[in-house]
């Protein structure tokens, strides 16, 4: 089993949907949970974290974060076409390292 | 203000041969991280260097190896390429080691190996 599982997709939706993309980690050590969005051909590009559990609103996206099921979850309003990427969650124990566990990440396409 | 920059973009490289790919962080940031994406595995952590050191090095044979120079950039090495080396590799730097949320990826350097 994985440290983090999160669902490759691909998922498509229609613009002005309302996305959900989620994660779960097996390691009750996880501290800080992050969102990272990587377009084809570039290196992933930090969307939001969230300290350990609660939720945290950024403009159109939402992360939620619940240690005690150990998931979390990113969600996306009024989706637009500039959304469509892949969406990796990761986490990591914050012990002063840059030791972070990825997700497999969830390919998204939002169809105009 | 520069990003994190990679160098090369891509490289094909024969099996059994040698690499080196070059990471330099953005001015001020002193931490330097190194990962593997694959298809089959995702983003694999690698190794952090901090102040010239290997602080952090994850679970890679040890044909993969890195180092740190005084002015934060930093270079990983992979000796005896075999064809699953084949990925992206990326850097990200931060200002500190343990700045995860403040961490930037570099475009990658893209490995072929044949």
């Known amino acids: 089993q994985k440290e983090v599982e999160q669902d490759p997709g691909p998922l498509s939706v229609p613009e002005g949907a309302i996305v959900s993309l989620n994660c779960t980690y097996s390691n009750s050590a996880f501290q800080y949970f992050m969102w990272y969005r990587q377009y084809s051909r570039k290196g992933p590009e930090l969307l939001m974290y969230?300290?350990?559990?609660g939720n945290k609103e950024d403009g159109r996206f939402t992360a939620q974060v619940d240690k005690s099921s150990k998931y979390i979850s990113l969600f996306i309003r009024d989706s637009q076409p500039s959304d469509s990427a892949t969406y990796l969650c990761?986490?990591?124990?914050?012990?002063?390292?840059?030791?972070?566990?990825f997700g497999a990440g969830t390919r998204l396409t939002v169809k105009p | 203000k520069a990003g994190v920059t990679q160098t090369p973009r891509y490289l094909i490289k024969t099996r059994g041969q040698q690499v080196t790919l070059s990471c330099s962080p953005i001015s001020g940031h002193r931490s330097v991280s190194w990962y593997q994406q694959t298809p089959g595995q995702g983003l694999q952590f690698l190794f952090e260097?901090?102040?010239?050191?290997?602080?952090n090095k994850g679970n890679f044979p040890g044909r993969f190896s890195g180092r740190q120079f005084s002015n934060s950039r930093s270079e990983m090495n992979v000796s005896t390429l075999e064809l699953g080396d084949s990925a992206l590799y990326l850097c990200?730097?931060?200002?500190?080691?343990?700045?995860?949320?403040?961490?930037?990826f570099g475009q990658g350097t893209r490995l072929t190996v044949v």
């Open positions: 990761a986490m990591s124990r914050g012990d002063n390292n840059n030791d972070m566990r």
């Open positions: 990200a730097s931060s200002l500190f080691p343990g700045l995860n949320t403040e961490a930037f």
């Open positions: 260097y901090f102040s010239e050191t290997q602080r």
């Open positions: 969230t300290y350990s559990s």
